[in-house]
Structures are given as C-alpha cells and as structure tokens.
C-alpha cells in the first residue's frame, strides 16, 4: 500500500530491478513469486512469517535485491533497524547502476527514518539528492530533499535516543527542495504553483512546531491562494492536514479535529494527529482506536516511519 500525502512519495528503493511491496513492480516487470507472497502475508500482519520467507528465499538467491530490500523493510517494520540496514547494505554493495545504489541509500535513509534519527536520514537522503543532481532531474532532487525535510519537521523518537525534531533542518531542505524543483527547464505553471504550495505549506507547519502562530496563519493563506488557482486541484486535500496540523499546535484541538477528519483517513501519519487531538480532548477510546489503526502502517515512507513507532510505543 501506497500511502497518500502531500508529497508525491516517489519510492527510489523500487527503481531498476528492486520490486517494493506496494503491488507494484517497476517498469511493469511481474514481480518475483516471493514477493507477491510476502505482500499477502503483509496484509494479514503476519512480520514474522513475511520474514522468513525472504530469508528463506535468501539461502538459494543472496544476490537478489528484491529479496534484500523487502527483507529490511520488514525488519524495519518490526522497529529492528540495525539489522534492516544490513540488508540494506547489500543492496547498495550489490548494486550495478546508479539508480540501483541510489535505492539501497533511499531505503537506509527510510530506516534510520523509523528510529526518528533525522541526521542519519538527511545524510543518506543527501546521497540520493546527488544522485539526481547528476542525472539532472530537478524534480526527482526536489523530491528527495521534501522527503528529508518530511522526517526532520516530525522526528519525535520514542525512544527519545534523538533530539524531538530539527525544524532548521527540515525549513533547509525544503526550501532546497522548492527551489531546486523550480529549476526544471521549461517548467509548466502547474508545477511551479505544486512547488510554491509545497513551500507554503511547509513553512506554515514549520512556524506552528516553533509556535508562531501568526506566521503559520500566513504560510496557510499564502497556501490556500496558490491553491485557489486551481492549477492543481489533487492537491486540495492536503489543506485540512494543514489547517488541522496548525490548529493543533496551537492548542485548538475542536478546530484540528474538525480539519484533521476532512484529511487523508489512510495516511497513518494523520492517523496519529488525529489520536494525539482526542487525547487531548479527553477522548481515550477514539485515539486508541486511531492509534491502532497508525500501528498497522506497512509503507516505508516517512508517514509509516513516524506512525507505526509512535503507535505501538502508544499503545503499549
């Protein structure tokens, strides 16, 4: 599963021959046998099992980067990175092509995304941020750096092992990533108000971690007026995250609830803000309800690598 979210989450770890377990194979290749198999054990939550079968499929082919790769997505999933990153490894040592590596570096950047490191995560994101900066793909550069900027802004670690987030990480690399999209020779209007509107909203939820209310307000009408161009309407439903998001942080927690239900009710990420907003208005059973819904987040994206660890650290 593929989760939705204000960033158009390009998978880079599916690139070439590395299949994800969303359902879909790049370059619409059939995917390998073991992984469609290992996707419906994923659907039922059955980790355990998913993993064996990948290390199973391991002994007769260690070369594999499907296997590789899914097998640390799953590890990661079970919040054991240290061994995920070592399969991890293997896919960028086994690695061909560029765009082979890049996936092996997208994919331990995603892992030390689930630990809440925002460091680690910028410095392996960076890697793959270069890599599109020799290919010159501006849009994919820009898209890699809102990624690293996704992790940074909401890193709360459970295991508060890292700081609880890096909002001057998080403002550099998505005005990196606004400005290097902008960049894209012969650039349409739609994109360039897709970049303005990703800013604004990024800067608006920057200012409301820092607890500026006044200035998030403004990145919010700032959004709402690139928007109100209509150049790209699939984008309308990322607003109510917004407006939910800021109102949350600055205590209104009728007003978050009220946006918050307007938003993406898969994106395990919302899924948890909306937990976090009827803690806060007293409402256990809704948030555990919300929360147990975060904690069965199976994409390696940053909304799953937030979700599924604060959740589960929630419920327990």
Known sequence: MRTAHLFCWTLVAIL?????????????????EFVKQGQALLREGKLEEVLVLYRKTLQTMPYSLPANY???V???LMG?????????AKVIDLAQTPQSKAAGQRATAMSFAFEGNCKKTVEYEEKV?????????????GEIADEAARVCIDSDDPYNRYPADDLDTAYHWYQAGHDIGMKEPDIKADRRDLWEFRWEHAQARIAARGGNKAEADK????????????TNPQQAQFFPYLTGYVAFYAGNYKAALEDLLKANQNDPFIQCLIAQTYEKLNDKEKALEFYRKASTATAHN???????????????
């Open 16 to 32: 070439v021959s590395v299949a994800d377990l969303s359902g879909q194979a790049p370059g619409g290749q059939e995917q390998p």
């Open 80 to 88: 054991k990175g240290t061994e995920a990153r070592k399969y991890f």
């Open 302 to 316: 940053p909304p799953a690598a937030y979700a599924r660890p604060f959740a589960k650290q929630k419920l327990s």
């Open 70 to 72: 899914a097998a640390g």
């Open 129 to 141: 941020f270069n890599y599109y900066a020799s290919v010159k793909d501006f849009y994919q550069q």
């Open 74 to 76: 799953v590890l990661d």
């Open 219 to 230: 990145h919010v009408a700032a959004a709402k007026a690139v928007l109100d161009k209509g």
